[in-house]
Structures are given as structure tokens and as C-alpha cells.
């Protein structure tokens, strides 16, 4: 799948929002969207079409039960833009692990601590 070389506004400040993520913290698409005001399933199409991953780190979000992402029961064959297990692996290296469900064993590191009125796009709010 080739990268797209356009982003949009939207998604300009969706990967802003993700820079904020410290190394080792994660997010989920529920937090980010209400940063927003947005809708997690926009901040999802945001994350799956990301051309600067893992720079920009979309592998820091996560379903807000705590589940690593994609579908239950099959989440390690999702094809979405970030494969589960290398999403699962990046989070590893930063120290935030997961069970053999793919559910966040470490409550603590959660983030939603974002800093919304600095944001690319002349620091407007949606």
C-alpha cells in the first residue's frame, strides 16, 4: 500500500495530538477524539492512514477498554496500516505490555494530558 502524500487539516492535528504521547504512555482513540472534539472512529481513519509511522507514533493508541486494538479474538490479523504485532512490539520496547488477550496489563500508563489549544492549523479547535 503506498503512502498518500497529502494529509488533511484533520489529520495534521490528529498526529500534533500524538507527538504530545510521552515514550512508554499510551492513549486511546476515545481520549484523542474528545481532545478534538472529533469522533474516535475519525481519529481511527486519521491513525490507520498515517505515512510518517512510526515517527508520528499512532502505535500509542488504543482501544479505551485497554485492548491493544483491531477485532476481538482476531486482532493479529487485522489489515490495518499498523500491523497489531508490530504495534504490539513498539509498545513493548517503550515498556507497556499487554496480556496474551492483547488487553494493557499496566493501568498507569495511560495519557490524556493533551495541550489542545497549540495544535497545527493556526491552533484552531473543531
Known amino acids: 500500500m503506498a503512502k498518500q502524500d497529502k494529509v488533511t487539516e484533520y489529520q495534521t492535528r490528529v498526529y500534533t495530538l500524538l507527538q504530545q504521547i510521552p515514550e512508554g504512555r499510551i492513549t486511546s482513540y476515545a481520549a484523542m477524539s474528545k481532545a478534538l ?6 481519529v481511527g481513519g486519521a491513525l490507520r492512514n498515517n505515512p510518517f509511522a512510526p515517527e508520528i507514533p499512532c502505535h500509542r493508541c488504543i482501544a479505551s477498554t485497554g485492548f491493544i486494538g483491531g477485532f476481538k479474538g482476531d486482532w493479529e490479523k487485522v489489515p490495518s496500516g499498523q500491523n497489531q504485532e508490530s504495534k504490539r512490539k513498539l509498545l513493548a520496547e517503550e515498556g ?25 492549523a493556526g491552533g484552531q479547535r473543531s
Open 37 to 42: 472534539k472529533s469522533s474516535p472512529r475519525a
Open 96 to 120: 507497556v505490555k499487554f496480556d496474551a488477550n492483547g488487553m494493557l496489563l499496566d493501568k498507569s500508563r495511560w495519557f490524556d494530558d493533551f495541550d489542545v489549544d497549540n495544535l497545527c
